[in-house]
């Protein structure tokens, strides 16, 4: 990118700078992006097979010693027990997995060495010519992706050349972003800024601005969250209360109703007639 001729108004010569320093930087992220996409096509190499050493060929020989114990326990349980149905005894009923596991640990010996012996003479061969030429593929595609790469990164190191020829130090390094230029281009547009330094200042006091009604707005949503919390609470209280002064109702309309019915029984009882015994004494009453 290059910068053109500067106009002869100091405002539109501004405006121009500020132009071309924003159309700069936002190619610039651009190529960033670029380069970004460009990388994630990189693909990994894959890692060469290597021969089995005596770690590998242990643990073969302790797999295959655990498998034909296992296998073997079974088969000669079951030999047994058809020994012991059709001649009534049998010393394989009884036969238990580590006597079968020491009985199959020479066989288990000769085995791993031949698991280990084919995949290192026969197996590794063709795994390894597989990953090389896969790694060949892979190693001619990233080339061709280091290729654009490498362009992107030529077109980026120009562009820096551009910006510090074009700009040096008369745009604080702190703003060289698209958010302050964009402002100070239209302030300047609007004859609300002369030069960099009053447009900047806007810019942080537009800033202070926000960031003000941003804390009013946090601080008025959280006054809203404490009225419906409180709001709730309130409800809940209420509801609370209400349920309190019914059951005492409940409980006076209860205890009324149980001080009639004992009334009524009292009554009932007066009004019933009853025979009086008076026990005479002497001549007298």
Not at 107 to 115: M, N, R, Y
Not at 229 to 247: E, F, K, R, S
Request: hydrophobic letters at 45%.
């Amino acid at each position: 990118m290059e910068n053109v001729k500067q106009p002869d108004d100091p405002r539109a010569a501004l405006v121009q700078r500020l132009t071309f320093m924003h159309d700069l930087l936002r190619w610039i992220n651009e190529r960033w992006q670029a380069k970004a996409v460009i990388a994630q096509r990189y693909q990994a190499l894959m890692l060469l097979p290597k021969k089995w050493g005596f770690g590998r060929y242990a643990l073969w020989v302790g797999i295959l010693t655990a498998g034909m114990a296992f296998i073997g326990t079974i088969v000669f349980r079951a030999i047994g027990r058809a020994e012991l149905e059709e001649q009534g005894r049998s010393s394989l009923v009884n036969m238990q997995p580590l006597t079968v596991a020491i009985l199959a640990f020479p066989v288990a010996l000769f085995l791993a060495l031949g698991v280990v012996l084919l995949w290192n003479k026969v197996l590794l061969p063709k795994q390894g010519t597989r990953v090389q030429r896969i790694n060949g593929q892979r190693k001619a595609h990233n080339e061709t992706v280091w290729s654009e790469e490498h362009q992107v990164d030529a077109q980026l190191k120009q562009a820096g050349q551009n910006l510090a020829q074009h700009i040096g130090n008369s745009f604080p390094q702190a703003y060289l972003h698209e958010d302050a230029i964009v402002f100070c281009i239209h302030v300047v547009r609007n004859h609300r800024a002369n030069d960099v330094t009053s447009a900047l200042n806007l810019y942080e006091t537009e800033l202070h601005r926000q960031r003000v009604e941003n804390t009013q707005a946090a601080q008025l949503a959280e006054a809203q969250r404490a009225r419906k919390l409180q709001a709730v609470g309130n409800v809940m209280n209420a509801a609370a209360t209400g349920a309190a002064i019914g059951a005492v109702r409940s409980e006076g309309r209860a205890n009324r109703a149980a001080s009639a019915a004992n009334a009524a029984r009292v009554t009932e009882q007066l009004k019933k007639p009853r025979t009086v015994h008076v026990k005479k004494r002497g001549g007298l009453w």
